[in-house]
């Protein structure tokens, strides 16, 4: 199992980026995918999850109406597009799947 974040970087307050989790070794249709965060000094919290088929979906209530949890399973990749991005969401972003994580993607929101 193998899974690959990217798209993280630096942004200003109020702008956008969308992470990108390209998953391998294992049949991608059939898992819950996650994405959490963990900002430096506290715990790693869950973001976003989708169901296998990507028809449902649950967001953690900081980031309700802002960012939106998508996948592609033809392309066994899952998505996290984030808007009107704030200081607070600056973490490390990591994909899940059951058991398994990626090595994270650094978003900093700054001016």
């Known amino acids: 199992v193998q899974l690959v974040e990217s798209g993280g970087g630096l942004v200003q307050p109020g702008g956008s980026l969308r992470l990108s989790c390209a998953a391998s070794g294992f049949t991608f249709s059939s898992y819950v995918m996650s994405w959490y965060r963990q900002a430096p000094g506290k715990e790693r919290e869950l973001v976003a999850l989708i169901s296998s088929t990507g028809a449902g979906t649950n967001y953690a209530d900081s980031v309700k109406g802002r960012f939106t949890i998508s996948r592609d399973n033809a392309k066994s990749t899952v998505y996290l597009q984030m808007n009107s991005l704030k200081p607070e969401d600056t973490a490390v972003y990591y994909c899940?799947?059951?058991?398994?994580w990626g090595q994270g993607t650094q978003v900093t929101v700054s001016s």
């Open positions: 899940r799947r059951q058991g398994y």
